[in-house]
C-alpha cells in the first residue's frame, strides 16, 4: 500500500495556503480534490475581499486570523505581483439607530487590533465618497480586494515547488484508522477506487468537512448559507471608490447587501444570506435584482433599478444556524494526526496564510 506523511483533503484557499506552508521536500505531502480544477468550490465564489477584522468577538479565531492574515496577504501580494488593491472600506449608518451599531463595531474592531479605524461625519463620508448617503461610517483603510484565483495559483505553485503532489477528480470514500495511521479510500470520477495509508490527515474539505470529519467519528453539522450577488452596470466609471458596506446583520449571520468591485472596476452587490438545504445550488432567482435595489438604494442613490442584473452565488459552510449565536472556526486536531477545519467561512479567504501558519505552528511544526 502506498504510504505518504501527510494528506490534505481540499484543495480550496485553505487546503493550498497550508499546503505551501507545511511542503518541502523530504515530506510527502498529498492534496486531494474531488473536482477537476482547485479552488472550484466556494473559494471561487465570494467578493475576494481582504477584510479588517472589525465584526468578530474579541478573542475569537475569526478576530485574530483575520487581523494576522491581512497583514500577511498585502505582504504576500506585493512580493509576489498577486493583483490586489487596497481600496479602504466604508461601513455607513443611514438612521440615527444606526450611528450607535457603528460605534459598537468601531470599539470591537480597536479591541481586535484594527489599526487605522475611525468614525467619520457625514461630511468627511461625502468628502471620501460624494455620490453615497450616509449619516456616518465607519472608515476602515485596510480593507481591500485580491484576486483569490491568482492567490490560489500561487500557493499551489508553492506547494508544488517544494514537491507536494495534489490529485484530482478524486473523492474520499472513507477513513479509518489502521496500525497508528490513517488509511484514505478513494473514489475518481470513473469509479476506479483507490487506498492508501497517511501518517496525519488535514480536513480542509469547505462544504464537505464535517462529513470528513464524521468518517472518524467527530460530529459537526454545517448549515448551507447561499449569498446571492448581483451585477452592476449602466453607471459612471469610478463613480465609487471604495467598498460600501451597510451596518451588519446581527449575531454576525451576515454582513448586509453591500457595493464591492473587482480589481477591473465592476461593481456588484451581495452578498445576501439564505440558510438552503443542503446542495449545491448556486441558481440566481430573477427577482434577487429588486430585492438588492430597494435594500441597497438607500445609501447608494445613485442606483437605478436597470443598473441590477442576477449574476453568481456562493454558499458559506456555517456552523452557526439560522437562530443560533456567533460561531467561531474550528481548527482541532480531534484525533492524533487528524486535523479538522470544519466551519471556515468568511474570513477564511483573508485569513488563509494565517490559519496555515496556525495548523503548521500548533499541529505540524
Not at 237 to 247: A, D, K, S, W
Amino acid at each position: 500500500m502506498e504510504k505518504t506523511d501527510i494528506t490534505i483533503i481540499g484543495a480550496g484557499v485553505i487546503g493550498l495556503a497550508i499546503a505551501a506552508e507545511i511542503s518541502r521536500p523530504d515530506l510527502n505531502v498529498f492534496i486531494l480534490e474531488k473536482n477537476h480544477a482547485h479552488g472550484g468550490g466556494i473559494s471561487s465564489r465570494n467578493s475576494e475581499v481582504i477584510h479588517g477584522g472589525i465584526y468578530y468577538p474579541a478573542g475569537s479565531m475569526k478576530a485574530s486570523l483575520c487581523a494576522v492574515g491581512n497583514k500577511i496577504l498585502y505582504g504576500l501580494a506585493a512580493k509576489h505581483k498577486i493583483p490586489h488593491r487596497r481600496t479602504g472600506k466604508l461601513i455607513v449608518a443611514v438612521t440615527r439607530n444606526e450611528i450607535e451599531e457603528l460605534e459598537h463595531l468601531y470599539s470591537n474592531g480597536r479591541e481586535n487590533g484594527i489599526a487605522g479605524l475611525s468614525m467619520i461625519s457625514k461630511k468627511q463620508t461625502a468628502g471620501l465618497e460624494p455620490n453615497i448617503q450616509a449619516l456616518a461610517a465607519l472608515h476602515s483603510p485596510d480593507t481591500g480586494i485580491i484576486s483569490v484565483h491568482d492567490l490560489m495559483n500561487y500557493f499551489l505553485t508553492e506547494a508544488l515547488r517544494r514537491k507536494a503532489q495534489i490529485v484530482y477528480n478524486t473523492e474520499v470514500a472513507g477513513i479509518e484508522k489502521d496500525s497508528g495511521r490513517w488509511r484514505i479510500f478513494t473514489q475518481n470520477k470513473k469509479g476506479e477506487a483507490f487506498e492508501f495509508s497517511s501518517a496525519c490527515v488535514v480536513n480542509a474539505a469547505g462544504l464537505e468537512s464535517d462529513t470528513i470529519a464524521d468518517m472518524i467519528g467527530n460530529n459537526y453539522q454545517l448549515h448551507y448559507c447561499k449569498g446571492d450577488y448581483c451585477s452592476i452596470s449602466g453607471v459612471r466609471e469610478g463613480i465609487v471608490q471604495r467598498l460600501i458596506y451597510p451596518v451588519p446583520e446581527k449575531k454576525n449571520i451576515g454582513l448586509g447587501v453591500h457595493l464591492t468591485m473587482d480589481l477591473n472596476g465592476r461593481l456588484k452587490l451581495g452578498p445576501d444570506t439564505t440558510y438552503i438545504d443542503r446542495k449545491e445550488d448556486y441558481h440566481v432567482a430573477a427577482g434577487k435584482a429588486e430585492i438588492f435595489f430597494q435594500s441597497a438604494r438607500k445609501f447608494l442613490p445613485f442606483l437605478k433599478r436597470e443598473n441590477i442584473q442576477p449574476d453568481m452565488s456562493g454558499i458559506r459552510p456555517k456552523l452557526q444556524g439560522p437562530d443560533d449565536d456567533f460561531r467561531d472556526f474550528v481548527i482541532k486536531e480531534d484525533a492524533s494526526g487528524f486535523i479538522n477545519l470544519v466551519g471556515i467561512e468568511s474570513p477564511g479567504m483573508t485569513a488563509s496564510p494565517a490559519i496555515a501558519r496556525f495548523v503548521k505552528d500548533k499541529y505540524l511544526g
